[in-house]
């Protein structure tokens, strides 16, 4: 079986060499044949996944990291539709190349599913932490499996490693604010489409990571969910980031926007209240009219 996609490591060759030496046996020399096997694949220089994830929340921008979870998502659905299961879905195992694309690879522990779409082994391989529970403790092999280590992938970009640590809602304030950080002037657009991305991403992990195989979605339902966010209706563009804003008024949220207070006025209805902080940005606490 051939596979080929955009977010799948590419595969270039592979070497097959044998050798004959000669090995001292005692008094006597033997013929010993060595053999050695190599797997060739692109060189990616951005290396894996891995090396950019810590305890926080990923150091990525977050354009960046939405294009990495959407095509692990995308290879990963391309892998499900002919009946290949990963079993080592993780980081470090997806490889990053020059525009940050990600490439799924190493597919050591990969299977081929029969009609049923299931099989059982009694070997149970692959890395604690990203395995599926119905795997680890009945060696049941579905596809499902792998959309829990997607979904365990998922919440640590999100959230960090440490993902029982930090609420939903703070996570929604840390990224919200990097986004208004990273912005040159205030943009409802990016703020909106950015708001509804995490929001997506965190619901996605969360429901990939039930204990019950059957209560996680299928590839389809989470590309589904994804591109609704992409496809959100731009006449409603700002309403829900001004909910969101409001809401963190409620929790006495402060934020640094890098913008001025009369911009920040006109574009949401707000009273702000200001303080100059040496990098110039404004220390704003949000009062609802």
């Given amino acids: 079986m051939k596979i080929r996609h955009h977010n799948i490591v ?29 797997l060739c694949f692109k060189y990616l220089r951005n290396g894996s996944l891995g090396k950019h994830l810590t305890v926080e929340p990923c150091g990525l921008q977050w354009r960046v990291c939405y294009q990495i979870i959407k095509g692990i998502c995308l290879g990963l659905d391309y892998l499900h539709e002919r009946h290949i299961v990963h079993l080592d ?10 525009g940050m694309v990600p490439k ?40 499902k499996a792998d959309i ?7 919440g640590h970009m999100v959230k960090g490693r440490n993902t029982g640590a930090t609420s939903d809602q703070d996570v929604l304030v840390s990224w919200m604010t990097r986004l208004v950080k990273d912005s040159s002037q205030m ?3 990016q703020l909106d489409i950015g708001y509804q991305q995490i929001k ?25 969910m994804l591109e609704e966010t992409e496809a959100a209706n731009r006449s409603a563009v700002g309403k829900r980031a001004l909910i969101w804003l409001k809401q963190l008024q409620k929790v006495n949220y402060l934020l640094y926007f890098p913008f001025n207070r009369s911009s920040f006025h006109d574009h949401h209805n707000f009273r702000a209240s200001n303080l100059l902080i040496p990098n110039g940005e404004f220390h704003f606490a949000l009062q609802d009219i």
């Fill in 10 to 38: 590419w595969f270039v060759g592979y070497c097959a060499d044998t050798q004959v030496e000669v090995v001292p046996q005692g008094v006597k020399n033997i013929f010993a044949e060595t053999r050695e096997k190599l």
């Fill in 89 to 98: 879905l993780k980081p470090d195992n997806i490889l990053l190349d020059d």
């Fill in 104 to 143: 799924i690879a190493d597919f050591g522990l990969s299977r081929l599913l029969n009609k049923e779409s299931r099989t059982i082994t009694e070997k149970i391989c692959g890395t604690r932490g990203y395995m599926a529970p119905e795997y680890i403790d009945s060696g049941v092999i579905t596809v």
């Fill in 148 to 154: 829990y280590s997607l979904g365990v992938i998922i």
């Fill in 187 to 189: 943009k409802e657009t």
């Fill in 200 to 224: 997506a991403c965190i619901e996605i992990s969360q429901r990939c990571t039930q204990p019950k195989p059957e209560d996680r979605p299928s590839m389809p339902d989470i590309l589904c």
